[in-house]
T-cell receptor, first 114, second 118 residues
Framework: DAGVTQSPTHLIKTRGQQVTLRCSPK?????VSWYQQALGQGPQFIFQ???????QRGNFPDRFSGHQFPNYSSELNVNALLLGDSALYLC?????????????FGPGTRLLVL | AQKVTQAQTEISVVEKEDVTLDCVYE???????LFWYKQPPSGELVFLIR??????QNEISGRYSWNFQKSTSSFNFTITASQVVDSAVYFC???????????????FGKGTKLSVKP
């Protein structure tokens, strides 16, 4: 049973560029959440997708956007990259968008903005 | 406001020592869920345990045990007879059912880095 997968594993971009990160959820899961983890910090919630819609959003600017596809996979897009966007981006999937559901995480994408 | 505090930034122990990682949380909800995750150097967060606010029974899983006390808003994690493979960053997280619009997202502490030396 495949777990959560993310691509790419590493990415280097320059300021002002745009980036797209991808996530495939664990088999049987229909909810995908994205988190940003800066070095030495805990993950911060970006947004959550369910039924191809953004259900919740954390305190992130509109430069961060996403999408969920009919097969439940998801993309995270970041426009106009800033140096401060350098971080580990984690995708998590769960059985439903409910607080009680355990979120299972992928290996993450390490983004470096120069 | 909802918050998770892990006051211990780094802990270093020698193999076979017992170690306890502290977690204190704040929430206005009566229904909430607490989680512990392990993050090895590879970066992937590994789920360890989930506990709901109505279940204060302590849990033991092998060398791992968890002590949930609502009276002190704490959910501490103990590793007995630590091993080098336990070296990682450990995160405590909170998920609330009603307030703060945080239905389903996790609020993480800053993590505790555990180093187990042979």
């Amino acid at each position: 049973d495949a777990g959560v997968t993310q691509s790419p594993t590493h990415l280097i971009k320059t300021r002002g560029q745009q980036v797209t990160l991808r996530c495939s959820p664990k088999s049987g899961h229909d909810t995908v959440s994205w988190y940003q983890q800066a070095l030495g910090q805990g993950p911060q919630f970006i947004f959550q997708y369910y039924e191809e819609e953004e259900r919740q959003r954390g305190n992130f600017p509109d430069r961060f956007s996403g999408h969920q596809f009919p097969n439940y996979s998801s993309e995270l897009n970041v426009n106009a990259l800033l140096l401060g966007d350098s971080a580990l981006y984690l995708c998590a999937s769960s059985l439903a968008p409910a607080p009680k559901e355990t979120q299972y995480f992928g290996p993450g994408t390490r983004l470096l903005v120069l | 406001a909802q918050k998770v505090t892990q006051a211990q930034t780094e802990i270093s122990v020698v193999e076979k020592e017992d170690v306890t990682l502290d977690c204190v949380y704040e929430t206005r909800d009566t229904t909430y869920y607490l989680f512990w995750y392990k993050q090895p150097p590879s970066g992937e967060l590994v789920f360890l345990i989930r506990r709901n606010s109505f279940d204060e029974q302590n849990e033991i899983s092998g060398r791992y045990s968890w002590n949930f006390q609502k009276s002190t808003s704490s959910f501490n994690f103990t590793i007995t007879a630590s091993q080098v493979v336990d070296s990682a960053v450990y995160f405590c997280a909170l998920s609330e059912a009603k307030y703060g619009g945080s239905q389903g997202n996790l609020i993480f502490g800053k993590g505790t880095k555990l180093s187990v030396k042979p």
